[in-house]
Each structure stands twice: as C-alpha cells, then as structure tokens.
C-alpha cells in the first residue's frame, strides 16, 4: 500500500510538482506552494524541526513516512532523499489517500480535502468567467 502512495511522489516529480531536498522544500513552503511535506523515518531530528518549522503558522501539512530515506530515494530516482515537497492539492490528497490510515493521515486527508474542493471551486469559477467574457453574461 505504501509503495503506491510513493508511485504518487514519482507521477509529482515527472510533472514538476515536487520539490526534492530541504533548500527546495524550504523555499516551496515559504512561498505558500508546498501542500505536502514529507519527511523520511529516519531524517535526523533536525530535519524534522526544519519541515515542522517550514509549515509553521500555515495550512501547510508535514507528514513522517514509514520509508526510510534509500526507500524514498529509490522511488524517485536518486540514491536517498530526506525531504520532500508537493506542491499540487490533488496530487497531495490522493498520496495522503494511498498511505496506511492512521490518525496523522486522517488529518492531513481532511484539510486537503477542503483545499482541493476550494481550489476546483476556484477553477470552475474562473473558466465561467472566461466564458463570459467571451460570449457575455446570460
């Protein structure tokens, strides 16, 4: 079940919607972008402060995985990695979906359900606008 929700990690990394290492997720959660944080089990003590503090006072979620930092890497392509962001709504919520339910994951699922209807609201409302500018208001 795991090894899905990092197939997830993959497909974001392919479409540019990952951010890989601790500059890149530090200037993704700073600039508001990272919906997910991910931290690998055995990250040191002062990476996880670091995610922790990246997504402090913000709704941006940090999540521990069960991986290790060889199996995270693997995953992606390279020979370890420690930390790592996502930066699309949708792509966040279905890997939080895939993991294993647990307290953390219930969480995590329920904000960025909210996020993901809210920017899907958005969307829709931009393309009506779009529309009707194009063809004028009804």
Do not use: C
């Not at 090894?3 to 530090?26: C, D, F, I, M, Q």
């Not at 949708?90 to 994951?105: D, G, N």
């Not at 996020?115 to 779009?130: F, I, N, W």
């Amino acid at each position: 079940m795991e090894s899905k929700a990092l197939n997830y990690l993959s497909l974001a990394r392919k479409a540019g919607k990952a951010e890989l290492g601790e500059e890149p997720v530090g200037a993704a959660a700073r600039a508001g972008k990272a919906y997910l944080i991910l931290v690998s089990q055995d990250a040191s003590d002062h990476t996880w402060r670091r995610a922790k503090s990246f997504a402090a006072g913000t709704e941006q979620q940090v999540l521990r995985l069960r991986q290790t930092k060889d199996e995270l890497g693997r995953s992606i392509g390279r020979e370890s990695l420690a930390i790592a962001a996502i930066t699309d709504a949708a792509l966040a919520l279905a890997m939080v979906k895939a993991m294993e339910p647990s307290e953390a994951t219930a969480q995590v699922t329920a904000v960025l359900e909210a996020k993901a209807a809210r920017l899907a609201k958005r969307a829709q409302e931009a393309k009506a606008h779009q529309r009707n500018v194009r063809k004028g208001k009804k």
